[in-house]
């Protein structure tokens, strides 16, 4: 396949990929307000759609990025991974996650993030990149330890 060809097919991947995380955000907003963990699901749909919005400027719009464009985007991407226990939590619990949890599981990618910015220094962005592996892992754990609570509660 030729480098042109591949070029068009990644485009249109993208947004297709776009369009329908565009339309899910949009149907889980008109039927997620029955009960709260679809309007969880819903805010974390709109906050990973706002990456894509982005992401989608950058790459096809105006790349004021540059060389930096891979890694910045990664890091807005890596946003997911708090996202993901705080859909956890939302699943699990009666009760909103406390803004503490949500403060700390969140600050580290902020600041990571912000830095990078400032300095584009490739240890700032490598060290988050495995600060986000390793704290995936310990959510997976949290996870699978919260649903098997969870599951001997409701029986």
Not at 40 to 50: G, K, Y
Not at 77 to 103: E, F, G
């Amino acid at each position: 396949m030729e480098m042109a060809t591949l070029h068009r097919l990644m485009d249109f991947s993208c947004g297709l990929f776009f369009m329908f995380q565009l339309f899910g955000t949009l149907l889980l907003y008109l039927k997620g307000r029955a009960h709260r963990l679809q309007r969880v699901v819903f805010w974390l749909m709109l906050c990973l759609l706002s990456v894509s919005t982005f992401e989608f400027y950058v790459f096809f719009i105006d790349n004021f990025l540059g060389n930096e464009l891979r890694p910045f985007t990664n890091m807005l991407q890596l946003s997911a991974v708090p996202l993901c226990l705080m859909l956890i939590y939302a699943v699990t619990h009666d009760c909103p996650m406390p803004w503490r949890w949500v403060v700390a599981n969140s600050l580290p990618y902020v600041v990571a993030f912000v830095s990078y910015l400032l300095v584009f220094k490739h240890a700032v962005y490598y060290g988050l990149m495995l600060f986000a592996a390793i704290h995936a892992l310990f959510i997976i754990a949290y996870g699978f330890m919260s649903i098997r609570e969870y599951n001997k509660k409701l029986r």
